[in-house]
């Protein structure tokens, strides 16, 4: 090994981050300083249970892994103890349990996000956790396609009534005129 060669533990952690970057669905910065040991497993926890992976890695290394993955712009988010939470789901849901945390506990700060190569800010990502959930959207789609289609079906149900009550009434006022 040359002395300017990098040692292996970096080359695999580089590796490894850029391994995760390339597989999540997203990434959020966060920032844990002030945070116990304790606090830092529920966390990761309630990461976990929402379908993230929370791991700690020196700045400089992500750095390197997101200029190898083309990734630009991480210098103003890695900056002081960066956690980072990896999403393998719903971002959104990661989000939500990140500030859920940030509320009972001031000193997580989420610092950003990276959805799809695109670089969030730290108001975007408090914004990504206020939609929706995924089901809730979906429902709500369901239901848009649904109140057509249910609109129809009421003016197709209402047209042979109409059609019978006016032939009532038509034939009422013949035979009234008849007799």
Do not use: C, W
Request: glycine fraction near 8%; proline fraction near 3%; hydrophobic fraction near 40%.
């Amino acid at each position: 090994m040359k002395n300017g060669d990098p040692r292996p533990e970096k080359v695999s952690q580089v590796e490894e981050i850029e391994g995760k970057l390339s597989s999540s669905s997203g990434v959020l910065f966060t920032e844990y300083r002030g945070l116990t040991v304790s606090e830092m497993a529920t966390l990761r926890q309630n990461l976990a249970e929402a379908g993230g992976h929370y791991k700690v890695f020196k700045n400089t290394l992500v750095k390197r892994a997101a200029d190898n993955r083309g990734i630009q712009g991480l210098e103003s988010i890695l900056t002081g103890p960066t956690a980072i939470a990896f999403v393998e789901g719903d971002i959104v849901a990661v989000a939500k349990a990140l500030k859920e945390f940030s509320r009972q506990n001031s000193a997580l700060v989420v610092k950003g996000a990276l959805l799809d190569q695109s670089l969030l800010t730290q108001a975007e990502t408090s914004q990504l956790a206020d939609v929706a959930p995924r089901e809730e959207l979906l429902a709500r789609l369901a239901g848009g396609f649904q109140a057509p289609a249910a609109k129809l079906a009421g003016l197709l149900q209402a047209l042979p009534r109409d059609l019978a009550y006016g032939f009532s009434a038509l034939i009422e006022k013949k035979s009234k005129e008849a007799a």
